[in-house]
């Protein structure tokens, strides 16, 4: 880190034993290869992912994303769950990495208090979250979709499922859901931010009835 974040950073330092050096900004340029303008860099070792059973173990509600290839959209989602009551998140094989460091930055860290995990079984995922006793609601724009309030109106535990930044949902995610929902919008707008709707849906799934 640069000597600017030696004092605010202190108690931090204090609380581990993990080394930090603290040298110029130039050299830590030229010792990553890029320029670290926020003056503190970190280098972590990655844990193994913890499996689908821990992560789930007393969750009400986990957000579930398919596909999301955008690093910012990832993190913002996962950043929306935490604040918003969320349990965990689950990952497709194919989304972004939480750990690549822009996610990690748009999280603004949470994705190392929030669980997280991907899903070992991408085809069955949300059957096997029934099985569980979840309640799958996949955010949609089928023809066939209920209001978001109604959709998870008195579910004790909830899977909400969110699509890929372009085309949403894949046909096997939405066809498997146990209900389509949609969330109401004005002015001929048809779909939001894949974010948004992660912090739209967290936050109506907190408000739902127990």
């Not at 880190?1 to 130039?26: F, I, K, N, Q």
């Not at 926020?38 to 009400?60: I, N, Q």
């Amino acid at each position: 880190m640069a000597p600017r974040w030696l004092d605010g950073l202190a108690d931090v330092l204090a609380a581990t034993d993990a080394p930090c050096y603290v040298v110029e900004e130039s050299l830590a340029e030229q010792v990553t290869g890029f320029h670290v303008h926020r003056g503190a860099l970190a280098s972590l070792h990655r844990r193994p992912l913890p499996t689908l059973d821990a992560v789930l173990d007393g969750a009400r509600t986990v957000l579930v994303l398919e596909d999301l290839v955008d690093h910012t959209n990832v993190g913002a989602a996962i950043r929306n769950a935490a604040a918003l009551g969320a349990d965990a998140v689950l990952l497709s094989p194919r989304c972004a990495d939480p750990l690549y460091r822009r996610a990690v930055k748009v999280a603004m860290g949470t994705v190392f208090s929030l669980p997280w995990t991907r899903v070992p079984d991408w085809a069955d995922a949300l059957p096997d979250l029934e099985r569980r006793g979840f309640r799958t609601v996949a955010l949609s724009l089928a023809d066939d979709t209920v209001d978001l309030e109604h959709a998870v109106a008195g579910a004790d535990r909830l899977a909400l499922v969110l699509g890929s930044e372009g085309h949403g949902l894949s046909a096997r995610w939405s066809g498997t859901a146990g209900v389509r929902a949609r969330i109401a919008m004005d002015r001929g707008v048809d779909s939001l931010n894949v974010a948004a709707t992660a912090a739209i849906a967290c936050h109506v799934a907190r408000a739902r009835p127990r």
